[in-house]
Structure formats: C-alpha cells, structure tokens
C-alpha cells in the first residue's frame, strides 16, 4: 500500500520489547510517545535503514514497514524479525521447564530474538563491555559513520537524521588506524574490535566457518578474538549466528540464576550448563525472560 508493506494481525511481537532488550544496538525510536499503544523506529541493520510502525490490531499487532518492496520484506525483514517463528511453543516449552516465568512471559510476550548480521553483532557485543546501552548505541552509531559507508538519505523513507552509514564492513575496519576507532569512543576495545575485524577479513574466522562447527567448538573459535570471553562469545551465538540454545553469562544473570536455581555462589560455566540443560533448545530465550524475572523481583540486587 503506497509504497509501504503492512502486515496485519501478527501475533507475539512488541517493538519495544525487542529493540530494547540489549540485543540489537542500531536504531532509534521515532515517535513522540504520545500514544501508548503506538511505535516508530528507525532500525539500521543488514545493509538497510527500516523504519517500521507498529499499531494495535484486532487480534495482534499490524506492522508497516515503510517504503519496503514484498520481495525486501521476505528475503530480509522475515527473516531478520524471525516472523516465520512459532512463539507460542517456545514460550509453552519455558513455561513447562519453570512455571514461576509463566506471569513475565504474558507481561512481555511480545519479546523476539532478531537475526543480525553476524559480524555486526559481533563488534557490538564487544563495544558492549563495561558500558550501558545508551553508550554502546552511540558507540556503533559513531563506527557506521566514521568508517562506514554513507547511504544516499535521498532514497530512503526516514523521519530522523541520527543516521547517516551502515555499518563498517570487515575490510573497512581493517583499512582503519587504530586512532581512526578510538575515536568512535571506543575506550579500550580498540585493538579487541581490530583483531575482530583482522580475523574475519582474513577468513580465520567467518559464520560459514562458525557453522560448521557444535555450539562449544564456535563458543571456543570465537573466543581466540582477543577481548571475546564467554559472555559475550555467547551473545554473538544467540543473536548473530541463531543458536538459540546458547546461555549468555553476565554479572547479572550469574545473580539471578544463583539465587533462583543454585542458593550459592556458583561458577558462570555451572550456570551456562545448568540452564542449558533445564531449557534445552530453547535456552537463549529463557535468558531474555529469566533476566526480567530477576529485574521485577530484584533478584541479584543486594
């Protein structure tokens, strides 16, 4: 409908929810907030800049992806939203393995786990240590236009002008100085982000490569990046790579999940392996509601 792709009564979807949850760090919400039950965002990701409305509907929720083509939205939004996805048995999966996340999950049903490009991911997570998501947000907003290329704004349906390039490839952060990156603000993680970049330009570590490989061969090849330890070689699984049994380990969810599973102090490697095992397949999404159990009960806080 002129120009634009609306889908119609789409069930366990939520854009706040998503967008918001830490897992993806390049977009921007573009609404006034006026209307509680309405959002806009402008979303940069897979060599494209969306922006997408989401409205209440009659049973779910209707979607407008802005100026987007059917064969746009089927070889990349589908995909990238992961919409062909049934959530419903996931979260009946979840529910069966803890009952006690059975009220999070009907508060935050909407909740998806997108399916990024993978060295995009990759970069972000490691930007993400040490800092909150406001920073980590800019942080690949400053790399995308400080190295990467600039889209032509003209031929893009856009309400902001936060946005300016897509993100650096491989050979666009190889060809960079280490000065050109820090200063995106970057901190520390500069030369980790180059080694990144270094090893995947040079084909020692690439997703064609990666998935080949068992979910802990891949979490082992992952971490020879310098500056990649467990936690964050765990979200590069989950969200770049779609192993969604993966279990990502931070300060936060080792507090949660102790208090909740274990009632002492227990290693990160206990944890992962625990939790992989109560939900199975099904794991990387149990941690997105186990960390929202643990933030309402404020779990982990004392």
């Known amino acids: 409908m002129n120009k634009n792709y609306i889908l119609e009564n789409v ?56 100026n987007t083509e059917k064969w746009e939205f089927d070889t990349i939004w589908k995909p990238y939203f992961d919409l062909d996805r049934d959530y419903s048995e996931i979260k009946k999966a979840i529910i069966k393995a803890d009952p006690r996340l059975e009220p999070i999950i009907a508060e935050y049903s909407g909740i998806r786990i997108l399916n990024q490009d993978f060295f995009e991911c990759l970069i972000s997570f490691i930007v993400s240590q040490n800092k909150q998501i406001p920073q980590i947000k800019q942080v690949v907003t400053n790399l995308s236009s400080g190295i990467g290329t600039k889209f032509d704004i003209t031929m893009i349906d856009r309400v902001s002008s936060e946005f300016d390039s897509f993100f650096p490839t491989p050979e666009q952060l190889v060809s960079a100085s280490e000065d050109d990156i820090r200063a995106t603000k970057c901190g520390f993680r500069a030369p980790y982000i180059m080694d990144a970049a270094q090893k995947v330009y040079n084909g020692e570590i690439t997703e064609d490569i990666l998935d080949d490989l068992s979910t802990e ?78 933030q309402q009960h404020k779990i982990g806080t004392k």
């Open 11 to 66: 069930k366990d979807f939520h854009l706040i929810d998503i967008l918001e949850c830490g897992q993806c760090f390049h977009f921007e919400r573009t609404d006034n907030g006026i209307n509680p039950e309405e959002f806009e965002y402008e979303i940069v990701a897979k060599d494209r800049i969306l922006r997408i409305k989401e409205e209440p509907d009659a049973d779910g929720v209707r979607l407008t992806f802005f």
């Open 217 to 294: 061969e891949a979490k082992n090849k992952l971490m020879t990046i310098h500056g990649v330890g467990e936690k964050v070689a765990n979200c590069v699984l989950l969200f770049g790579l779609g192993r969604r049994e993966a279990f990502p380990v931070d300060v936060w969810m080792k507090r949660i999940c102790e208090e909740m599973y274990f009632g002492t102090d227990t290693s990160k490697q206990e944890i992962e392996d625990y939790c992989k095992n109560k939900f199975g397949e099904y794991s990387g999404y149990a941690q997105q509601y186990l960390f929202i159990y643990g």
